[in-house]
């Protein structure tokens, strides 16, 4: 982590375990030992209770709900955001990002992660963009792009998403398919397949700005 970087914020952070990882790398390495102040913001109180519960032996943290950008009276040398906009709609994301800029200090840098395909795919509950569409509404929103990584476990994906899973869904009896998702990845079965098709993998980390699989921007406010 960048060494000026003193306050942090996930927003749409869930029940807080990225927080808890990033502040335990932190504490255990040998050569960072700065204090950091964390911020976690999410849409749902529910979410909330959770990370505080998680998070609970965090010092200097603090919980928001929100669920249109971070409070404007608190102002971070980093943003993050993980698998938040595949959930969301484009004006909505327009918002989040203007909300992160103005919520930054000066040269504050935002990263997301986010699930992204060859071209646009909007499902009931989700939108896969392109990478391309991610750096367009970065950049209108004031944003310059420093790095962008493709992360692709192509095995995974070819192998196991597109065919093997679809025969674990199917064969689960739930009453819609997003609960068929969930039920199979309760199983160990599951897990464990999905585990070797991911370790099959290699490389799954590309320098490309097209493609399927999770891309990962960091971005510098303008």
Known sequence: MNNRIRSVCDYGCGDGEYIRLLVNYLKHSKTDKRIIEWGGCDLSKE???QAERVCQSVEHIEFGVSATGIPKCRLYDMVYSVAVFA????LLMKNLFDSFRNNLTRNGKLIICEQVGTKRIEGETYTRRTIDEYKSILQKAGFVIEEIKLIDFWVHRIIFERRLAKYFYKNIKASTYHDRQIEAN???GFR????IFTKLSKPYLFN???????VFIVAQKR
């Open 186 to 188: 309760r199983k160990i």
């Open 47 to 49: 979410m909330i209770k």
């Open 87 to 90: 959930h969301i709609d484009d």
């Open 192 to 195: 464990v397949c999905s585990s």
């Open 208 to 214: 490309k700005d097209t493609g399927w699989g999770y």
